[in-house]
Structure formats: C-alpha cells, structure tokens
C-alpha cells in the first residue's frame, strides 16, 4: 500500500509561480511511474504530467507544456510539479497518483493509489 500526500498548493496571482510536492509512504515508489492530475470546480480530472520510475521520460498535456515542470527524487520518494506563468484557468485541486509499473500512462484508470489532493488558485 502507498500513501501519498500533496503540500504546497495556495494562492497566487497571474503569471506566479508555485512548486506542488507529494510525498510517498508506504513503500518506496523508485520502480513506479508518478503523474499529476487536477480537477477544476464542475469539471472532470485532467491529466497535468507523468513521469516513468526513473524520470527519464515525462509527458505533459497540452495546456501545461512550457509552464509546467515535473521532476522526482527517488532518494527522497518524491516528486514536484513546478508550475510556472500561471493561469486563472489553472485553478483546481491537484492530485498525485503512482502505479504499480514503470511506464507513465495519461489515463486515471490507470493509477492505483491517489492523494488527497492540493488546492491552486490563481487570480487574475
């Protein structure tokens, strides 16, 4: 069983800067993929970005390439999203999720242990 747990979300204006961390207990995660999703408020989950067990590759949806940065710490059992030039349409909650295998995939089925969830709200 994996425990992860999501920090550093807040409010901030157009065009800040805010780095997520979420944190993995349990087992180690060096050998699963990681990603980011967020929900807006009416709105089904996204995918944000995904990253394979060693980072090597990461893949980032459309609306987020350029701004947004995902990077792990295996030493640590974390990982961040840097994100960067942000948007009001950036806001929601945002979530973190690992699977048990190494390749990153962009489709919340495919993940098997979910965080609670961070909030990121951006004002124009």
């Known amino acids: 069983q994996v425990q992860l747990v999501e920090s550093g979300g807040g409010l901030v204006q157009t065009g800040g800067s805010l780095r997520l961390s979420c944190a993995a207990s349990?087992?180690?995660?060096?050998?699963?993929?990681m990603a980011w999703f967020r929900q807006a408020p009416g709105k089904e989950r996204e995918f944000v970005a995904a990253?394979?067990?060693?980072?090597?590759?990461?893949y980032y949806a459309d609306s987020v390439k350029g701004r947004f940065t995902m990077s792990r710490d295996n030493a640590k059992n974390t990982v961040y999203l840097q994100m960067n030039s942000l948007k009001p349409e950036d806001t929601a909650v945002y979530y973190c999720?690992?699977?048990?295998?190494?390749?990153?995939?962009?489709?919340?089925?495919?993940?098997?242990?979910w965080g609670q969830g961070t909030q990121v709200t951006v004002s124009s």
């Open positions: 990253t394979s067990w060693n980072g090597r590759s990461t």
């Open positions: 349990g087992r180690t995660i060096n050998s699963y993929a």
């Open positions: 999720a690992t699977r048990r295998a190494t390749a990153p995939l962009q489709t919340e089925s495919d993940y098997n242990y």
